[in-house]
């Protein structure tokens, strides 16, 4: 792939994301000249940008819109929703026509069909009321209307030679097929430099060619030599895909028919040629053929048969093989004898292995091969790339683990200092070493501010996808709602806004579909017919918050309680213990589906559990409120970045373990008469408050007791787990430290208790630690 | 190359674009009863067989390139 081309692509995306956003605005402000006129300009470079390379699929689809754009924007016809649904569809069409010319597994041939399909929608939009002024412009040529077939007829099948038509027919086993192509250019097509001649002419295998006017010639002095009134017709040994590949920036000025050469025989009997005898006598033997295979059990049939046999001897005996005479008449008598044509056919068959031809009339299917629409595409799949510098995601990527490995390696210094101290005894040495690491230090902490910064994105690369996902689902519906985005500039990292994608987009289809109601229902209760969505993104210390909030039905408590208790979500006892706020948060229940029924949106029960678990794994957390006729806000809040992660390291069994310090609540020593049993499970009072205890070995199946230090104490680190607090016992507390927190791969990526692995300075290994899995294992 | 212009005989060498139309034309207005001399001809725009068409201009030499030649006088002899 070429680097214009990458380019090309790259910027095919942002177009056709301003595209989709310019229609949608369009929406609401119909009258926006402004509007209308970027939207114009964007179409039109992309059309522009198209025509560099080899894809008329997608110049012609974009040539439609940009036509289409013209007509809208001149005020000759209103915008409407219909109009950008169409338009909308036909920008998805070039998005997966990007797609696939990303993946390289294109060949735009296949897709010619559905483009004239777009392209005749769009232009069927403004043609249809503008038809008089459109008649007589390419326009009115371009709109296929199933392209007339103008098959081969007789008269021309005559008008080429006889001794090529005895050829073909002679070579009809070889080549079953030849292939009627009538060329008809556009009248203006030399203004867009073609030259339908060399165009025709370089077609390969062409068997007979003819070039007639298209309409008779005007006197010389009205003529136009700039406008093409000229017919391309030709027969060709290609097959119908090469043709149209060979012509496929003009399918619709084609005509390609089958010709089939069985149909032809008659055709060449009914005149008297003198010439090629031998091929009069091979289409009269096919001929009989037919008429053989026409016999059925009519009194008349055995006359037919011997008719038939009499005309096959006739041709046999003037082309001179007379020892064929006794065979057909022996196959004659089968024939009279079983009263069937069989045996002449198959003696026919064994001369001539024609092989059962269905005699199809011309086939004329030129274009039409079913059309699949393409799916619905959720939109902006773009990336929305700096406006400065576009750079390949992998290469940033490499870059920061690069500057992940050097803090590393430079973690490594303070324990060469130390060694140079207590081995070989220079201190010294040691402090320059060590000075020589706060300078790394200071470099490498810069580097990875800035890489943090080149990784960082605005959430607007997703919520641009949202006006889009809103409109059609609303308009599925049948719902009226004002989506709102707010703080579209807040950034995090790369990593983290992609996590939020997925999430986002089941919150939003929820919101839309379950929260907001139908106009009706919603005057009925007092609000407005629109609904509100609003979506909006902050940064709050060094988390980003996500923000949903509708004012729909709202979740009801009561109806909560009931569906979970019916999906045997929660027992009886927890039906009647857990508060409403908790009953709420059951929507984040596995399993678990409140809609009535299951829609094509949402509600297949794999709904919001899906959501928070994407959330958590990055290190995320939802909570989510909602009031009864108020509506519902979910939040989401996630880290801005997950390159560095904080952990904590402690000891337990000889082994270091990490734990991520934003679960950490606390680190606390107690006194082993502290701890209680309460129901064979260790406790202890914190502040007045029963904190339950779980030792770590315990947990990681190690029969080891915790240790505990010189004053009877144990180590407990307070974590704080789905909003509960727990206490881990440990052997002992280390430092705190940075690290590139690696996902663990391979056999070990099935450990949900280790959330991933990290080097340290002195090039050991350590495990970091995910409480939550941990506890729920034991 | 294209088309170089001796009296009554107009003879067109390698490809001769669209461009010579109006040449082609000027000439014929001149000498109405001119000739072609395709003999060097490669290619020539289908304006210009247009040209060739709808004045009927005579061709006094065909295309040694038989696969121009092959496609002209499909245009020309009909």
Known sequence: ?778 | MGMTVKKNIASFHDSVGIEATEELLGWLRKHPKGKVNLAACTHLHTALLQVLLAARIPVAAWPDDQGLKSWLTAAINI
């Open chain 1, 1 to 778: 792939m070429t680097p214009i081309l990458q380019q090309f692509i790259s910027e095919g995306r942002e177009f056709l994301q301003s595209i989709s956003e310019k229609l949608m605005q369009l929406e609401r402000a119909p009258n926006d000249v402004e509007l209308m006129s970027d939207l114009f300009r964007s179409v039109h470079t992309l059309k522009g940008n198209s025509g560099l390379f080899d894809f008329p699929e997608m110049s012609r689809v974009l040539h439609a819109a940009e036509d289409l754009m013209t007509v809208v924007r001149d005020g000759k016809l209103p915008y409407s929703a219909a109009l950008a649904d169409r338009l909308l569809d036909a920008m998805d069409f070039v998005a997966m026509l990007i797609d696939e010319i990303e993946t390289e597994t294109t060949s735009g041939v296949d897709h010619a069909a559905d483009s004239l399909k777009f392209a005749a929608l769009l232009r069927a939009l403004f043609a249809a009321p503008d038809a008089p002024a459109a008649a007589g412009s390419p326009v009115a040529i371009d709109v296929p209307t199933q392209v007339p077939v103008d098959g081969l007829d007789t008269t021309t099948w005559l008008e080429i030679p006889a001794d090529l038509r005895a050829a073909w027919l002679a070579d009809r086993n070889a080549q079953p097929e030849l292939l009627w192509i009538v060329y008809t250019p556009e009248p203006d097509c030399f203004f867009k430099g073609e030259d339908p001649l060399h165009h025709a002419s370089q077609l390969p295998d062409v068997r007979w060619r003819r070039i007639a006017a298209a309409k008779p010639w005007a006197a010389m002095a009205e003529f136009d030599p700039y406008q093409c009134n000229l017919r391309f017709e030709m027969v060709s040994g290609c097959t119908r895909a090469e043709v149209q590949e060979h012509f496929r920036y003009v399918p619709e000025q084609l005509t390609i028919a089958v010709i089939s050469l069985e149909d032809r025989v008659e055709a060449t009997l009914a005149t008297q040629e003198p010439a090629a005898r031998e091929a009069a006598a091979a289409s009269i033997i096919a001929a009989q053929w037919c008429v053989l295979r026409g016999v059925g059990s009519a009194d008349w049939s055995a006359g037919r048969l011997r008719a038939a046999a009499a005309t096959l001897e006739a041709c046999y005996r003037g082309g001179g093989h007379a020892e064929c005479l006794p065979s057909i008449a022996a196959a004659l008598d089968a024939c009279l004898a079983e009263s069937t044509a069989a045996p002449l056919l198959a003696w026919l068959g064994s001369q001539f292995p024609l092989g059962d031809v269905a005699a199809t009339a011309v086939v004329t299917a030129p274009l039409s091969r079913p059309t699949i629409a393409p799916a619905p595409r959720a939109a902006g799949e773009a990336v929305v790339a700096a406006k400065t510098l576009k750079v390949d995601q992998a290469k940033i990527d490499h870059l920061m683990s690069l500057i992940g490995e050097m803090v590393v390696a430079k973690n490594g210094l303070p324990f060469l200092a130390s060694r140079a101290e207590t081995v070989y005894g220079s201190r010294e040495l040691s402090r320059e070493i060590k000075s020589q690491h706060a300078v790394i230090n200071r470099i490498a902490a810069e580097m990875q501010d800035v890489i943090m910064q080149v990784r960082m994105t605005p959430v607007s690369t997703v919520f641009q996808r949202f006006p889009r996902l809103a409109r059609d689902i609303s308009r599925k519906l049948g719902k009226q709602v004002a989506l709102v985005l707010e703080g579209e500039e807040t950034e995090a990292d790369k990593n983290v806004i992609e996590a939020l994608a997925d999430p986002l987009i089941h919150i939003v289809r929820n919101s839309l579909d379950h929260g907001i109601e139908l106009p009706a229902v919603r005057i009925a209760a007092g609000k407005p017919a629109e609904g509100r969505l609003v979506i909006s993104a902050s940064q709050l210390a060094d988390r980003v918050i996500i923000d949903i909030r509708d004012d729909g039905k709202g979740i009801d408590p009561a109806v909560m309680k009931r569906k979970a208790y019916e999906k045997g979500v929660i027992d009886e006892a927890t039906l009647e213990r857990i508060s409403d706020r908790e009953a709420i948060n059951l929507v984040f229940a596995p399993g678990f589906s409140t809609a009535e029924e299951v829609s094509d949106l949402s509600g297949r029960g794999v709904g919001m559990d899906v959501v928070r678990s994407a959330v958590e794994r990055a290190n995320g957390s939802v909570t989510l409120e909602s009031s009864v006729g108020v509506g519902t806000h979910i939040r989401l809040s996630l880290p801005l970045s997950m390159a560095v992660t904080n952990v904590m390291i402690v000891e337990s069994n000889h082994q270091i373990f990490g734990v991520p310090m934003d679960m950490v609540l606390e680190t606390v020593r107690v006194p082993k008469t502290e701890v209680r049993a309460i129901k064979n499970r260790q406790t202890t009072i914190l502040r007045d408050r029963v904190m339950p205890l779980r030792s770590l070995n315990e947990m990681l199946s190690s029969a080891a007791p915790q240790r505990v230090n010189e004053a009877e104490e144990i180590a407990a680190l307070i974590v704080q787990i789905q909003g509960q607090s727990l206490g881990i016992v440990v052997d002992d507390f280390r430092e705190v430290v940075e690290i590139i927190l690696k996902p663990l791969t391979g056999i070990l990526n099935g450990i949900a208790g280790y959330s991933g692995s990290a080097l340290l300075g002195d090039g050991s290994v350590l495990m970091v630690l995910n409480p939550k899995e941990l506890v729920s294992w034991a």
